[in-house]
Nanobody, 115 residues
Framework: VQLQASGGGLVQPGGSLRLSCAASGIVFSMYDMDWYRQAPGKECELVAG???????NYADSVKGRFTISRDNAYDALYLQVNNLKPEDTAVYYCNAHWRIRYNYWGQGTLVTVSS
């Protein structure tokens, strides 16, 4: 199983990025998918999730700024991040999980928000 995250980078406050996660080795459409992030010195936190039946949820801190989506035809997960703030600086990870037993993580992509 591989979850390959990409799309991170250095962006100024107020800027936007589109993070992608390419999945392989799983039946992608069956899995609930999440984006997590971990900022330096902080615990990993759930940013956004989309279930296999397309329900979405967001952390309060990103509501209205981030949009999670998935494309089952391409086994891909996305996170559109807008109006970025310095506190959004973190490594962003994608996670795939199905039931309790099957839980997979990608390697992360770094987002740095700085002027």
């Amino acid at each position: 199983v591989q979850l390959q995250a990409s799309g991170g980078g250095l962006v100024q406050p107020g800027g936007s990025l589109r993070l992608s996660c390419a999945a392989s080795g799983i039946v992608f459409s069956m899995y609930d998918m999440d984006w997590y992030r971990q900022a330096p010195g902080k615990e990993c936190e759930l940013v956004a999730g989309v279930t296999s039946d397309w329900k979405t949820n967001y952390a309060d801190s990103v509501k209205g700024r981030f949009t999670i989506s998935r494309d089952n035809a391409y086994d891909a997960l996305y996170l559109q991040v807008n109006n970025l703030k310095p506190e959004d600086t973190a490594v962003y990870y994608c996670n795939a999980h199905w039931r309790i037993r099957y839980n997979y993580w990608g390697q992360g992509t770094l987002v740095t928000v700085s002027s």
